[in-house]
């Protein structure tokens, strides 16, 4: 059975960080790509990171520069390192697995999904 679970969300002032993980189980984890997706109140679903089983990094243009994603194989976990935080980050964080490199930025192209994690940015 395949399990992504994210933890490392919360409540966090605007100009602050945060660091979201995602552990996964049930997959050949070092073979996937790995992505976050977030949605806020109202609003569709968007894309936010993705990295590939290579370790190549691609980014949504609203987090460009402030947002850094990471995996560690060994521990089967990916990271999202988000500085610079702003109000407009306020939104439920998915992590999501599929076993092809390409659409990376494609929600519906992935395979498997976590639960999500709520991050709120005050101003």
């Known amino acids: 059975q395949v399990q992504l679970v994210e933890s490392g969300g919360g409540l966090v002032q605007a100009g602050g960080s945060l660091r979201p993980s995602c552990a996964a189980s049930?997959?050949?984890?070092?073979?996937?790509?790995m992505g976050w997706f977030r949605q806020a109140p109202g609003k569709e679903r968007e894309f936010v990171a993705a990295?590939?089983?290579?370790?190549?990094?691609y980014y949504g243009d609203s987090v460009k520069g402030r947002f850094t994603i990471s995996r560690d194989n060994a521990k089967n976990t990916v990271y999202l390192q988000m500085n610079s935080l702003k109000p407009e980050d306020t939104a439920v964080y998915y992590c999501?697995?599929?076993?092809?490199?390409?659409?990376?930025?494609?929600?519906?192209?992935?395979?498997?999904w976590g639960q999500g994690s709520q991050v709120t940015v005050s101003s």
């Open positions: 999501a697995a599929k076993r092809h490199y390409s659409d990376r930025d494609d929600q519906s192209s992935y395979t498997y």
């Open positions: 049930g997959i050949t984890f070092s073979s996937y790509t």
């Open positions: 990295i590939t089983w290579s370790g190549d990094t």
